[in-house]
């Protein structure tokens, strides 16, 4: 167990809907990140908080926004989501930003859109 | 910008056989390089991270990865693998500065087969 937990497991939904997965970092970590693990694209980095602000950008689509809140938990939300978007989105959580502090990563949420 | 470059997509091994994954990154500033490991359903898992100093990393379950700047290269070995080591690998890198610092840009992933 990483310590970082994401919630739900697994979401099913319909073309054009919205939803929002939900991380919660290690006790103490300070930074969360957002990836994105497709079959065609691999795995990608989309965006990144740091205490509450967003600190870098990725290949995030702007259909997606995310935030993170004064608790420092983590919402990504997908919007008009197409069949495309059905991916593992990964949430992952460091003390600070950087590569010298070790990223530990959620189980993940599997995004089906039907 | 970088990227990453794993140069097999599928590596089957025997039990007890050493193994190499091997990965290739390209980069225009310093980096730091990782190796993380994806068991089935899992997550992703650190096994070990170049940062600076001994070109040789050793990491968990008796990885080793070995950084050679002029070939930008940083392949991952372990010298006797178990069939609990089937998995998926994942070389990536970070910058060590500015934006780049803390985001991961991965490469495709290696699939490691034990056969018993």
């Known amino acids: 167990d990483s310590g970082v937990t994401q919630t739900p497991k697994h979401l099913i939904t319909a073309t054009g809907q919205r939803v929002t997965l939900r991380c919660s970092p290690r006790?103490?970590?300070?930074?969360v990140y957002w990836y994105q693990q497709s079959l065609d694209q691999g795995l990608q980095f989309l965006i990144q908080y740091y205490n509450g602000e967003e600190r870098a950008k990725g290949n995030i689509l702007e259909r997606f926004s995310a935030q993170q809140f004064p608790d420092l938990h983590s919402e990504l939300n997908l919007s008009s989501l197409e069949l495309g978007d059905s991916a593992l989105y990964f949430c992952a959580s460091s003390v600070v930003p950087g590569g010298d502090y070790e990223a530990f990563f959620g189980q993940g949420t599997r995004l089906t859109v039907v | 910008a970088q990227s990453v470059t794993q140069l097999d997509s599928q590596v089957p091994v025997f039990e007890e056989a050493p193994v190499e994954l091997r990965c290739n990154y390209s980069?225009?500033?310093?980096?730091?390089l990782f190796w993380y490991v994806q068991y089935p359903n899992q997550g992703l898992q650190l096994l070990l991270k170049?940062?600076?100093?001994?070109?040789l990393v050793k990491g968990i379950n008796g990885f080793e990865a070995e950084f050679n700047k002029s070939q930008t290269s940083f392949h991952l070995r372990k010298p006797s693998v178990h069939i609990s080591d089937t998995a998926e690998y994942f070389c990536a890198v970070s910058g060590t500065g500015g934006t780049s610092y803390g985001k991961l840009t991965f490469g495709q992933g290696t699939i490691l087969t034990v056969h018993p």
């Open positions: 170049y940062l600076s100093g001994s070109t």
């Open positions: 006790s103490g970590d300070l930074s």
């Open positions: 980069s225009s500033v310093s980096v730091y």
